[in-house]
């Protein structure tokens, strides 16, 4: 099966740029969407395809995708940007399943 | 306002069965494939099946393939999960989402449902 890694936590401060990587094989091939979720909410869904917004998602949030690696970089962070962040892929190669990485804590100094 | 709106949590023995429903509205039911996610308590999200538009094609992860169905009833603008055989680590909420595109991205999210399975 398919298998994403992320680290489990990144410490920023404000207004400076987060970076959370999200590993797997050959992810660039993939299409990777990144999920926000914060205490006791469900998660939110703030890049789709690598690097697409929805409505409503901040400019600040952009993602890219290439090799074994995906990342989200939120850029000039702030306090609200606090909370758990998924990255997800749809594993075509072992019977049509969706995976998720293991989350990353972003941490607002 | 589009919405997702999940039910029939609860308290269940190890062995027993339950049935969630989620409620869609707010959007054209039947043009969109549904799934269901879980996520432990304290742990990360898991995908557990996924409905294309009209119920022809599903899937299921591997911890739960033989023991829980996935379906809907577009009539109803409802997607069910029935959970039968189920165990200590089926314990977590459960959240009804709603694929941007099957497969791909869920751009909306139900708040959820707990299933505790305990003795």
């Known amino acids: 099966s398919y298998v994403l890694t992320q680290p489990p936590s990144v410490s920023v401060a404000p207004g400076q740029t987060a970076r959370i990587t999200c590993g797997g094989n050959?992810?660039?091939?993939?299409?990777v969407h990144w999920y926000q979720q914060k205490p006791g909410q469900a998660p939110m869904l703030v890049v789709y395809?690598?690097?697409d917004r929805p409505s409503g998602i901040p400019e600040r949030f952009s993602g890219s995708n290439s090799g074994n690696t995906a990342t989200l970089t939120i850029s000039r962070v702030e306090a609200g940007d606090e909370a758990d962040y998924y990255c997800?892929?749809?594993?075509?190669?072992?019977?049509?399943?969706?995976?998720f990485g293991p989350g990353t804590k972003v941490t607002v100094l | 306002e589009v919405q997702l709106v999940e039910s029939g949590g609860g308290v269940v023995r190890p062995g027993g069965s339950l049935r969630l429903s989620c409620a869609a509205s707010?959007?054209?039911?039947?043009?969109?494939?549904m799934s269901w996610v879980r996520q432990a308590p304290g742990k990360g999200l898991e995908w557990v099946s996924s409905?294309?538009?009209?119920?022809?094609?599903?899937g299921y992860a591997d911890s739960v393939k033989g023991r829980f169905t996935i379906s809907r009833d577009n009539a109803k603008n409802s997607l069910y999960l029935e959970m039968n055989s189920l165990r200590a680590e089926d314990t977590a909420f459960y959240y009804c989402?709603?694929?941007?595109?099957?497969?791909?991205?869920?751009?909306?999210w139900g708040q959820g449902t707990m299933v505790t399975v305990s003795s």
């Open positions: 989402a709603r694929y941007l595109v099957t497969p791909g991205a869920f751009d909306i």
């Open positions: 707010g959007f054209t039911f039947d043009d969109y494939g």
């Open positions: 409905i294309n538009w009209n119920g022809g094609s599903t």
């Open positions: 050959n992810i660039g091939s993939k299409s």
């Open positions: 395809d690598d690097s």
């Open positions: 997800q892929v749809w594993d075509s190669s072992s019977d049509h399943v969706e995976v």
